[in-house]
Protein backbone atom coordinates (compact mmCIF):
# COMPACT_ATOMS: atom_id res chain seq x y z
CA UNK A 1 0.00 0.00 0.00
CA UNK A 2 1.71 3.46 -1.24
CA UNK A 3 2.03 6.16 1.15
CA UNK A 4 -1.09 9.03 0.34
CA UNK A 5 0.94 11.99 1.66
CA UNK A 6 4.20 12.35 3.48
CA UNK A 7 2.74 15.45 5.46
CA UNK A 8 0.36 14.76 8.22
CA UNK A 9 -3.04 13.63 7.64
CA UNK A 10 -5.60 16.51 9.67
CA UNK A 11 -9.40 17.11 10.52
CA UNK A 12 -11.61 20.09 10.12
CA UNK A 13 -12.20 22.18 13.33
CA UNK A 14 -15.61 20.54 13.05
CA UNK A 15 -14.93 17.22 12.39
CA UNK A 16 -16.28 17.64 8.72
CA UNK A 17 -13.56 17.30 6.88
CA UNK A 18 -10.37 14.53 6.63
CA UNK A 19 -7.14 17.35 5.17
CA UNK A 20 -4.99 15.55 3.06
CA UNK A 21 -1.62 17.67 1.47
CA UNK A 22 -0.51 15.97 -1.42
CA UNK A 23 2.70 17.30 -3.39
CA UNK A 24 0.58 19.34 -6.10
CA UNK A 25 -2.74 19.94 -4.10
CA UNK A 26 -4.67 19.94 -1.01
CA UNK A 27 -7.85 17.44 -1.10
CA UNK A 28 -10.55 17.58 1.15
CA UNK A 29 -12.46 14.04 2.36
CA UNK A 30 -15.68 14.16 3.62
CA UNK A 31 -18.77 12.20 4.05
CA UNK A 32 -19.37 8.45 4.75
CA UNK A 33 -17.17 6.65 2.22
CA UNK A 34 -14.42 10.52 2.73
CA UNK A 35 -14.52 10.70 -0.69
CA UNK A 36 -13.05 13.97 -2.14
CA UNK A 37 -15.46 16.89 -1.44
CA UNK A 38 -12.97 19.84 -2.42
CA UNK A 39 -9.66 19.77 -3.88
CA UNK A 40 -7.25 23.39 -3.86
CA UNK A 41 -4.59 23.13 -6.53
CA UNK A 42 -1.71 24.50 -5.01
CA UNK A 43 1.93 23.43 -5.26
CA UNK A 44 4.71 22.85 -2.29
CA UNK A 45 1.94 23.00 0.76
CA UNK A 46 3.29 22.28 4.13
CA UNK A 47 0.42 23.10 6.45
CA UNK A 48 -2.94 24.26 6.04
CA UNK A 49 -5.06 26.16 9.03
CA UNK A 50 -9.09 26.27 8.28
CA UNK A 51 -10.82 28.94 10.18
CA UNK A 52 -13.17 27.22 13.17
CA UNK A 53 -16.41 27.93 11.24
CA UNK A 54 -15.05 25.71 8.18
CA UNK A 55 -15.87 28.99 6.10
CA UNK A 56 -12.08 30.03 4.90
CA UNK A 57 -8.62 27.91 4.64
CA UNK A 58 -5.30 29.73 4.67
CA UNK A 59 -2.73 27.00 2.83
CA UNK A 60 1.14 27.64 3.77
CA UNK A 61 3.37 26.94 0.69
CA UNK A 62 7.08 28.61 1.40
CA UNK A 63 8.70 27.27 -1.43
CA UNK A 64 5.63 28.06 -3.82
CA UNK A 65 4.53 31.01 -5.72
CA UNK A 66 3.11 32.28 -2.99
CA UNK A 67 3.64 32.12 0.71
CA UNK A 68 0.11 31.89 2.10
CA UNK A 69 -3.17 31.91 0.08
CA UNK A 70 -6.15 32.55 1.60
CA UNK A 71 -9.47 30.17 0.44
CA UNK A 72 -13.05 31.27 0.64
CA UNK A 73 -14.38 27.87 1.19
Not at 37 to 64: A, D, F, N, Q, R
Amino acid sequence: MSKASDKPITWSPQGTYLILIKPDKVVFLGGKEMTPIIVLPKHKVLHVKMSPCEKYVLTYSPMGDTCYTVWNF
